[in-house]
């Protein structure tokens, strides 16, 4: 069985479009030519390079007019190196029919190859693709809330365990079980698996738990079914197993939600703990000192972590919350976490995290500052997590001095091209992906980057100089 770890998220994935879908839209008139038609397509991007595989990132539809085809055999070749899901050919103006080397050459390779008509425009291909996509994200953006809607009635019924499960079993239409710490089964919902696929379960259940450092949530496959186990936040050792027939793009999103309502059911304790931290806060609200406030919730040390991501409803703080191990946070466009020093600060499918290093109370106002340097770090870098660096160079300049210093050095450059360079240098200088990263066209990115050079007065090819502006940014507040 393999396993791979994540935890729950709170963003359901566009999911892709079959390729059928697609081709089933006769006002197209597209053909297949080579390849399965079952194929996911995730977006698509046009391309005359003889060599189109810098520029490709997996999943696309390739369409082409093989303006620069010198070798049909190495061009397939390298589009299936880099992932593409179909190729889509142009039979005008460049040639009258679609090349015989590349229809052999998708063959031999299983790469789908669709025959583009003369009347078909490539924009009207990507603007049906688009609407496709479209129309199935709204499919499973309606099917995720209606489930949500159903797992929060669910858990205000007389006997909300078994309800909840109930629940999410019936809308993933599978298993659903609540394993103790011992690993034996404490409730169940659902039609009961064969005994491999039940074996399976509460193994992949075993991985996950409270220990430090563990997984919070671990998936694979077993009996013919996809498994699925995560660890409830309440601290008492409990795991969710879930077991379905498939695994569709916003089922995540929907066992995220029932991880945080069982986490909360389960946890009678919380109440004690909940009273604790209000009396802490009120204490803090009325003048006591942060040291001392802090003090009646955990010794510490604490560790702060901002995060940006989720899908905005009301469960996505919750859930990250919940799947980080903390009841202290703080909802809003950037997410701010405390977390005791049992949680450890692990990656989160749909969420980008900036995590400082542990501190004491009287450190938190510097760890806060640490962990919004990170995030913006990990957005520029376009990474999921990244956490402060306590050591190195830039540990040996006081951090006011090196501030001051950044906002003296980027002050000609404004908010937006600051964004850009901070993006640009995260990237080594890639002009596409920084374009792709910003959301802007390429030619863009070139026009600011320049701009940046002559307000800065700076040769930005120069590696030192490179490296100065990019402890600026990363001081700058």
Not at 75 to 103: H, K, N, S
Not at 268 to 281: E, N, T, Y
Not at 314 to 339: I, K, M, Q, Y
Request: with cysteine; aromatic share 4%; glycine share 10%.
């Amino acid at each position: 069985m393999l396993v791979t770890h994540s935890a729950p998220g709170s963003t359901p994935p566009a999911p892709p479009v079959p390729l059928a879908a697609l081709l089933a839209r006769r006002e197209l008139g597209l053909r297949l030519l080579a390849g399965p038609d079952d194929v996911a397509l995730h977006w698509v991007h046009t391309s005359e390079m003889e060599d189109p595989y810098p520029y490709l990132l997996g999943g696309e539809l390739l369409m082409t007019a093989g303006v620069q085809l010198p070798d049909p055999a190495r061009f397939v070749e390298r589009v299936v190196e880099a992932g593409a899901a179909a190729l889509g050919f142009g039979v005008t103006p460049v040639y009258d029919t679609v090349p015989a080397e590349l229809v052999e050459a998708c063959v031999r390779h299983g790469l789908p190859l669709i025959e583009v008509p003369p009347r078909t425009p490539f924009t009207a291909v990507a603007r049906a693709l688009w609407r496709l996509m479209a129309e199935a994200r709204l499919n499973e953006l309606r099917r995720v809330t209606e489930a949500q809607q159903s797992l929060a009635t669910a858990a205000a019924r007389p006997a909300p365990v078994p309800a909840v499960l109930g629940a999410l079993a019936s809308r993933l239409g599978g298993r659903a079980v609540l394993y103790g710490p011992d690993g034996s089964e404490s409730a169940a919902a659902g039609r009961e698996p064969a005994p491999e696929a039940a074996r399976a379960l509460a193994e992949l259940a075993g991985v996950v738990g409270p220990r430090p450092g563990g997984p919070a949530s671990a998936s694979g496959e077993g009996g013919g079914l996809k498994l699925a186990a995560y660890a409830l936040g309440g601290g008492d050792g409990l795991t969710l197993g879930v077991a379905t027939e498939r695994r569709d793009p916003g089922d995540h999103t929907v066992v995220g939600v029932a991880v945080v309502l069982l986490s909360l059911l389960t946890a009678p304790h919380r109440a004690a703990d909940v009273s604790v931290r209000d009396g802490a806060l009120t204490r803090l609200l009325l003048g006591a000192p942060a040291a001392e406030a802090a003090a009646a919730l955990s010794p510490g040390p604490w560790t702060v972590v901002h995060a940006r991501g989720g899908d905005g409803t009301p469960f996505a703080a919750a859930t990250l919350a919940a799947a980080l191990g903390t009841d202290l946070v703080d909802a809003g466009p950037t997410v701010r976490l405390l977390l005791p020093p049992d949680a450890p600060a692990t990656a989160q499918p749909g969420w980008t995290l900036g995590v400082s290093a542990p501190a004491d109370a009287a450190g938190l106002p510097a760890a806060d500052a640490q962990a919004g340097r990170a995030l913006r770090r990990a957005e520029a870098a376009r990474t999921p997590l990244v956490r402060h660096r306590v050591n190195g160079l830039a540990g040996l300049v006081d951090p006011a001095e090196a501030a001051a210093h950044a906002r003296v050095l980027l002050a000609p450059l404004g908010e937006a091209r600051a964004e850009t360079l901070r993006t640009w240098l995260s990237l080594h200088g890639s002009w596409d992906r920084t374009a792709a990263a910003l959301g802007v066209h390429r030619n863009t990115v070139r026009q600011r980057i320049a701009r940046c050079a002559v307000l800065l007065d700076r040769d930005l090819d120069d590696p030192d100089v490179r490296m100065e502006l990019w402890f600026a940014l990363s001081r700058a507040c």
